[in-house]
């Protein structure tokens, strides 16, 4: 490409409210379509095409610049035109070249109030929980405690000094609905094997076992069996347990339990009953029990522990669903019925810190102590 005609341009972009880009550049006066130019956060295309209707062009070299820029985890698309500012809107805070802003509703020209999604009952008003968010309160069946280890290995790759390595993992899990299903933590550990393979397919083992226990204990509990004191208390009860309304033809008193271990539970309304399980409602209108989501926790899997997980899940399923903070971390990941949290998201300290913590107060409460691992 010649340079022997060229114009010399300043572009002076502003692409996040305190981060402003500044910098000079030689453009080719070329008739050749693009010229690519890349910076370590940006990528800036040069073109002599015809630019798209929503771009604002002037007069000059004809040249349009196209920018992609990816800030706090969104891809922000946005065009401006030689010699001319990208400025951002104080209230919609989208990017817009000066013409564009000065016809933006939001600012200088015909200002219209911002209102925001979220209005709030008057001073003193009652708020009712929605009634589906009192399932929320119901203890997951069943958990997984999990960790990895991994060995650092060099590689000869220039741009990759070390590679992290699986070759171990450790478990165990705890049983809310029986304890004598919870079982101490055990570690695995081999050399020359796809170790987090091995770990999905222990956890999945352990899915459908509970799963299949699960299925098999509401089978024989699917009526309560109260005790004459229970019996007592709920003729005696006149609201419901959990959300404290009155009962009424249309939504009755009924017995409410746990349809896994049969315990009553309390006296409850029609509607709150119907709504304080697990089970789920089919297209059909028939009412049945899901498969177990098992659950399981690592400590710093968004960091860390995921990346493995991530890599290795494809091997079993080829739909994964994940919530993720950006490309490369996931606060869950979710697959074939398990579920994988990061207990980091609430317990914001290392695991050390942590046990040193809890070793210092009432240790004789814990169920499981030192003596039992």
């Known amino acids: 490409m010649s340079n022997s005609s060229a114009i010399k341009t300043s572009i002076n972009i502003q692409i996040a409210p305190f981060f402003v880009l500044s910098f000079v550049c030689i453009l080719p006066n070329t008739t050749a379509e693009t010229t690519i130019i890349e910076y ?12 798209p209707s929503n771009y604002v062009s002037q007069g000059g070299s004809g040249l349009s610049t196209t920018m992609i820029g990816l800030f706090s985890n969104n891809v922000v698309q946005y065009g401006v035109t030689l010699n001319q500012t990208a400025d951002q809107c104080g209230t919609c805070h989208h990017i817009f070249t000066k013409i564009q802003l000065d016809n933006h509703k939001c600012n200088k020209n015909g200002f219209i109030k911002f209102e925001q999604n979220i209005t709030y009952s008057e001073p003193g008003t009652m708020m009712e929980a929605n009634i589906n968010i009192y399932k929320k309160q119901l203890f997951a069946p069943v958990i997984v405690i999990a960790d990895f280890e991994a060995t650092l290995e060099k590689t000869n790759d220039p741009h990759l000094l070390h590679k992290h390595t699986v070759n171990s993992y450790s478990l165990g899990t705890i049983c809310s609905y029986d304890e004598t299903l919870s079982k101490l933590p055990i570690t695995y550990r081999a050399e020359n094997e796809n170790i987090t393979a091995k770990f999905i397919q222990h956890i999945i083992k352990l899915q459908k076992y509970y799963n299949e226990d699960i299925q098999e204990r509401r089978k024989q509990h699917e009526i309560p069996i109260l005790t004459e004191q229970e019996e007592q208390e709920y003729k005696l009860k006149t609201n419901c347990y959990l959300c404290d309304g009155s009962f009424t033809k249309d939504n009755k008193k009924v017995r409410e339990h746990c349809h896994i271990t049969g315990k009553y539970r309390g006296a409850a309304c029609n509607n709150c009953n119907l709504n304080f399980n697990n089970l789920k409602l089919s297209k059909e209108g028939k009412i049945y ?27 079993f399923t080829d739909k994964i669903n994940v919530i993720a903070t950006s490309f490369e971390k996931y606060n869950s990941i979710s697959f074939r019925n398990l579920k994988f949290i990061d207990s980091f998201n609430f317990l914001g300290a290392s695991l050390d810190e942590l046990t040193k913590n809890l070793i210092t107060i009432n240790y004789e409460k814990f169920r499981y102590k030192l003596s039992q691992l």
């Open 40 to 51: 370590d956060l940006l990528k800036i295309k040069l073109t002599s095409r015809v630019p």
């Open 289 to 315: 029990s899901p498969q177990l989501e098992l659950i399981i926790i690592f400590h710093n899997l968004k960091g860390y522990d995921g990346h493995h997980i991530i890599k290795n899940a494809s091997a």
